[in-house]
């Protein structure tokens, strides 16, 4: 999986990761809150896509600069902080920090 040090940054959050269309998606809590994503064929969306709705895209975006939306897929449910940011771990250790205090604009409901 790569960029699996968040695993560390949502710890001791319960958390699974599944393989999802050759991403590895991160689930706790009933929801998609992450996924990783590292294509040297593609790199264009690489990096960490934050699960999220598209009424929280503009306070997510204007909290962390680097975050931007997904280019090469048109998925709405998606941000990406894309793995050649200069302040990518640090972001990606304050996203974790959201989730663990259960933010409302990070994860999307995981129909059963």
């Not at 991403?23 to 699960?51: C, F, M, Q, S």
């Not at 939306?69 to 902080?81: A, E, P, R, T």
Request: charged residues 25%; proline residues 5%; aromatic residues 10%.
């Amino acid at each position: 999986m790569p960029h699996d040090f968040i695993l560390e940054g949502l710890y001791p959050m319960p958390v699974r990761v599944k393989k999802m269309f050759g991403n590895y998606a991160v689930y706790g809590n009933n929801k998609i809150l992450l996924a990783t994503r590292h294509n040297t064929e593609k790199p264009t969306d690489n990096g960490i896509w934050i699960g999220t709705s598209q009424e929280y895209h503009d306070s997510l975006m204007k909290e962390f600069k680097s975050v931007r939306h997904l280019q090469l897929y048109n998925i709405k449910k998606w941000l990406l902080l894309p793995e050649e940011a200069e302040d990518f771990e640090e972001v990606s250790f304050e996203i974790c920090a959201l989730i663990k205090s259960l933010d409302p604009r990070i994860g999307v409901t995981v129909k059963d």
